[in-house]
């Protein structure tokens, strides 16, 4: 299971911004697409964006959308998620990790590539005036 390095997070006030870096342990042209994903306190992870690691077509979750960019650096190996306008809601915990091409495709939605995948530390961001 490749595995991933999130880094970027922090304190920022409400309509604030953020870049968080996403970088793999391997090769990302080896799946399909790569997804951010987020837990606030007391909930499940929840599917934030995705994006195909070939032609960078990209999904996102309806609370962010026209708020937050994926991105992908295919030779660096990292995902990137540039987040604008932040919201208090938008605090929590930002992991990255490979998805399921079904459910990119058929669904178009964003959920892990493994049914038991394995977290990473993943970055705190806090959105606090």
């Known amino acids: 299971q490749l595995q991933f390095v999130e880094s970027g997070g922090g304190l920022v006030q409400p309509g604030g911004s953020l870049r968080l870096s996403c970088a793999a342990s391997?090769?990302?042209?080896?799946?399909?697409?790569i997804g951010w994903f987020r837990q606030a306190p007391g909930k499940e992870h929840e599917g934030v964006s995705c994006?195909?690691?070939?032609?960078?077509?990209?999904l996102y979750a309806d609370s962010v959308k026209g708020r937050f960019t994926i991105s992908r650096d295919n030779a660096k190996n990292t995902v990137y998620l540039q987040m604008n306008s932040l919201k208090p809601e938008d605090t929590a915990v930002y992991y990255c990790?490979?998805?399921?091409?079904?459910?990119?495709?058929?669904?178009?939605?964003?959920?892990?590539?493994?049914?038991?995948?394995?977290w990473g530390q993943g970055t705190q961001v806090t959105v606090s005036s």
């Open positions: 994006i195909n690691i070939s032609d960078g077509n990209t």
């Open positions: 391997g090769f990302i042209a080896n799946y399909y697409a």
């Open positions: 990790t490979a998805v399921k091409p079904s459910e990119y495709v058929l669904s178009r939605r964003c959920v892990p590539y493994y049914d038991d995948n394995i």
